[in-house]
């Protein structure tokens, strides 16, 4: 079985520092990380992924996530936040183990970006 | 391209009845998936469909039914709703089915059952 745990529900940053979302992940096979941004009154949309290779994963809009197999964990981290990353951010696993993408998601973090 | 579009947008039901939420996507994916909402549990699978023709039971699929009508839709039927049920519900799909596919959402779906 998997499973995810983000860190902190809601995070509060100021506009210009660093934004730092946790997640942690737990599978018995080698898995795939993803995280996903929400912005209010949306859907879904993809932040970045790691599958296989660089561990390091560059996403959109300035974000980027590393996969630390050693402790479990696919933590999202951006330089300079911005007003317009006010949003609920979802980590998620899959593997390939798992009945195709039957993505299992964490619990969200709410993250607050003050001026 | 649309992408993923949802049908109502809100909805208010009142316990005992039922109703159907329409999904359709215009990517030619293969696979699709009904995922609900609730605060502080993120997302939860309900009901997938890997190809045309194929649906299986995800986390949590009691009192609802889905079917898969032809390779853009994918429609989750409530048969008689629940005040449990309220929740936000989203529809996704993705190319294939597997582990590394970005899976591509909807707007969602606000159901409050009364």
């Known amino acids: 079985a998997q499973s995810v745990t983000q860190l902190g529900s809601h995070v509060s940053v100021s506009e210009g520092a660093l934004v730092l979302l946790r997640c942690n992940y737990s599978s018995s096979v080698p898995p795939y990380l993803f995280w996903y941004v929400q912005y209010p009154n949306q859907g879904l949309q993809l932040l970045l992924k790691?599958?296989?290779?660089?561990?390091l994963v560059k996403g959109i809009n300035g974000f980027e996530a590393e996969f630390k197999k050693s402790e479990t964990s696919f933590h999202l981290t951006k330089p300079s936040a911005h007003m317009s990353d006010a949003a609920e951010y979802f980590c998620?696993?899959?593997?390939?183990?798992?009945?195709?993408?039957?993505?299992?998601f964490g619990e969200g973090t709410q993250l607050t970006v003050n001026p | 391209n649309a992408g993923v579009t949802q049908t109502p947008k809100f909805q208010v039901l009142k316990t005992g009845q039922s109703m159907t939420l329409q999904c359709a996507q215009d990517?030619?994916?293969?696979?699709m998936y009904w995922y609900r909402q609730d605060p502080g549990m993120g997302l939860r699978l309900i009901y997938y469909?890997?190809?045309?023709?194929?649906?299986d039971k995800g986390e949590v699929p009691n009192g609802y039914n889905v079917s898969r009508l032809n390779k853009r839709e994918f429609s989750l039927r409530l048969e008689s709703a629940a005040p449990s049920q309220t929740s936000v519900y989203f529809c996704?799909?993705?190319?294939?089915?597997?582990?590394?596919?970005?899976?591509?959402f909807g707007p969602g779906t606000r159901l409050t059952v009364l």
């Open positions: 790691y599958t296989t290779g660089a561990t």
């Open positions: 469909s890997a190809s045309e023709g194929t649906t």
């Open positions: 998620a696993v899959s593997s390939k183990e798992t009945s195709g993408s039957r993505l299992t």
């Open positions: 996704a799909s993705s190319s294939r089915d597997r582990g590394w596919d970005e899976q591509f």
């Open positions: 990517m030619n994916h293969n696979s």
